[in-house]
């Protein structure tokens, strides 16, 4: 039986459907102002695995992952721009899908924006100001009260106590509570707004999701997911929104995926460490971006580096030189013991260190007896990982290809600090021109210089 970790209960649990064979999932998406960065990509790339796994198993699945097309940051950044936030944001959603493309992922069932669902907020703040969990406040917009939700806290596992010591949150006068938060947003200058009781505005973050959740997969559903930076204070505050409106258990699995680290800090455009999808997949082949990520347990921090995604090409590289020359019967035969270990990886809270594993594994005897059969195997069982399932030798030559360019630039780097070593400042300056020409960026500092594709 598959087993999912319950960010709720702390636990594994073993995995029961609400429904027999069917499972519901809700994960949120990208606010679509800007360019994916590559914790986007470790959402979308363990979300789609887990969409893969529950298909591979037999289930019928219906994955709703949303699109946030109205928020602060997306009418900020149109307003710098001078574009409407509906040019802005469609450039942007074209930009994911092309990331999401490169990168194997299924597309989900449905894909919702929060701008088409603005009926079903106001419809669900009405029912939680009717029920006395949201009130219109003085200055215009309307607030949840969290007081009024006994089971507040219980996913980031807090009284409200130590969440209001533990938060900084803005001073408002017109909030009856410091922790309450925003359901709508009553009209400000150069923002879009829509008709409500309340007067025109627009809606809130964290409400987004529990009306789309609740329109796509219905008020109970099965599995919740996103990253770990979201279970306090968006999934808490759906959670409150969705059992105040509807009275009964919003969801019954949450799975929140780790964060992505440099330097052993958080992957964030705050802390200006971030690197978009397309910037790695510059330098990286996107399938050895996919192998990177999936080679960590989903729920781990995951450490970026050049030198992690170097071992990681290295190694993908190890699975397609086992399967070159070796025609593939691409099936899994029923009594694979290879097969056997590896749904015991995945079915224990989707493990998938110790599935890619079994395919190291698989490939070192595949090395051994060339046997077209556990060739099959291999293809078989990485491709429910959205792994292996290109030609063999032609991966191989686009790396060697690859290697070979990466050699060229290094030499050049090499022959750029030894001309500044020798006062020779105008090659040193030539040869930075010559690469800056070919499309890399060369870029100085204390540890050395390191070089990206613009």
């Not at 669900?124 to 406040?137: C, N, R």
């Not at 930076?229 to 929104?241: G, K, T, Y």
């Not at 749904?343 to 051994?368: C, G, H, R, S, W």
């Not at 890399?440 to 050395?448: H, P, R």
Request: proline share 3%; hydrophobic share 40%.
């Amino acid at each position: 039986m598959l087993k999912i970790y319950n960010s709720l209960a702390r636990e594994k649990q073993d995995f029961v459907p609400r429904e027999t064979g069917k499972v519901s999932m809700y994960v949120c998406g990208m606010t679509v102002y800007d360019f994916c960065h590559l914790g986007h990509a470790r959402v979308m790339v363990v979300f789609d695995m887990v969409y893969r796994w529950l298909t591979q198993m037999g289930y019928q699945v219906k994955y709703v992952r949303n699109i946030t097309d109205i928020d602060d940051k997306i009418i900020q950044r149109a307003n710098e721009n001078g574009e409407t936030i509906q040019v802005l944001t469609e450039r942007f959603i074209q930009a994911m899908n092309e990331d999401s493309d490169a990168l194997g992922i299924l597309r989900p069932s449905i894909e919702p924006k929060a701008t088409q669902h603005i009926d079903g907020m106001i419809e669900m703040i009405s029912t939680l100001i009717e029920k006395g969990h949201a009130y219109h406040a003085a200055n215009g917009d309307v607030f949840y009260s969290v007081n009024s939700f006994a089971g507040y806290g219980k996913l980031s596992g807090k009284s409200l106590e130590d969440l209001r010591a533990g938060e900084r949150v803005e001073v408002d006068n017109s909030k009856r509570d410091a922790m309450d938060f925003v359901l709508w947003k009553s009209a400000k200058p150069n923002e879009p707004a829509w008709d409500s009781p309340w007067g025109r505005g627009r809606p809130g973050w964290h409400i987004e999701c529990s009306v789309m959740s609740a329109c796509h997969l219905g008020q109970h559903f099965d599995i919740h997911g996103g990253g770990q930076d979201l279970q306090f204070p968006h999934h808490e505050n759906e959670i409150a929104q969705s059992e105040g409106a509807h009275d009964c258990t919003f969801v019954n699995y949450w799975m929140h995926n780790g964060f992505v680290r440099v330097d052993n800090e958080k992957m964030s455009k705050s802390l200006g460490n971030f690197f978009t999808i397309r910037e790695v997949l510059k330098q990286y082949d996107a399938e050895v971006v996919r192998f990177f990520i999936l080679r960590a347990h989903y729920r781990s921090p995951l450490n970026y580096s050049d030198a992690h995604l170097d071992d990681a090409k290295l190694a993908l590289t190890r699975l397609y030189t086992a399967l070159r020359d070796v025609p593939a019967n691409a099936n899994i035969a029923n009594d694979s013991l290879y097969y056997q270990r590896f749904m015991e990886a995945m079915q224990d809270d989707f493990n998938t260190p110790e599935a890619i594993a079994v395919l190291f594994d698989l490939a070192n005897q595949l090395n051994k007896t060339k046997s077209p059969v556990l060739a099959g195997e291999l293809k078989a069982m990485a491709g429910i990982l959205g792994l292996l399932q290109r030609d063999a030798q032609q991966f191989l030559q686009a790396g060697e290809q690859n290697a070979g360019q990466n050699e060229q630039i290094q030499a050049k780097i090499e022959a750029r600090a030894q001309a500044k070593r020798d006062k020779n400042f105008a090659l040193a300056d030539s040869i930075r021109a010559e690469l800056l020409a070919q499309g890399i960026i060369l870029e100085d500092s204390a540890q050395g210089t390191t070089w990206r594709r613009a």
